[in-house]
Nanobody, 124 residues
Framework: QVQLVESGGGLVQAGGSLRLSCAAS????????MGWFRQAPGKEREFVAA????????YYANSLKGRFTISRDNAKNTVYLQMNSLKPEDTAVYYC?????????????????WGQGTPVTVSS
């Protein structure tokens, strides 16, 4: 059974940083891309960042470039999201997902497996 478990969320003041982790298990993920999405209260889930299996290709939501960094450790089947200079509008539940293809990594509907999410709250 595939399982994605996010961690690292919490409460942080504006301007602070958090590092989210997502550990995948239950099958081999060789070749899988991994991504992060978020859903703020009352809003639709949106793309945050994605990374290819090799880590050589990354995508970011335009509004987040320069503040968020995605990375992965394939030996641990784990993807990370380093979030810096956090703003109150970054408050959301953050979800990780995996996709057995490198195409359309910004499209939520293309992902095969999802985690349960970890909440992030940024206070002003």
């Amino acid at each position: 059974q595939v399982q994605l478990v996010e961690s690292g969320g919490g409460l942080v003041q504006a301007g602070g940083s958090l590092r989210l982790s997502c550990a995948a298990s239950g099958r081999t993920f060789v070749g899988y891309a991994m991504g992060w999405f978020r859903q703020a209260p009352g809003k639709e889930r949106e793309f945050v960042a994605a990374i290819s299996w090799s880590g050589g290709i990354t995508y970011y939501a335009n509004s987040l470039k320069g503040r968020f960094t995605i990375s992965r450790d394939n030996a641990k089947n784990t993807v990370y999201l380093q979030m810096n200079s956090l703003k109150p509008e970054d408050t959301a539940v953050y979800y990780c997902a995996v996709r057995a293809d490198i195409r359309r990594l910004t499209a939520m509907s293309e992902y095969d497996y999802w985690g349960q999410g970890t909440p992030v709250t940024v206070s002003s």
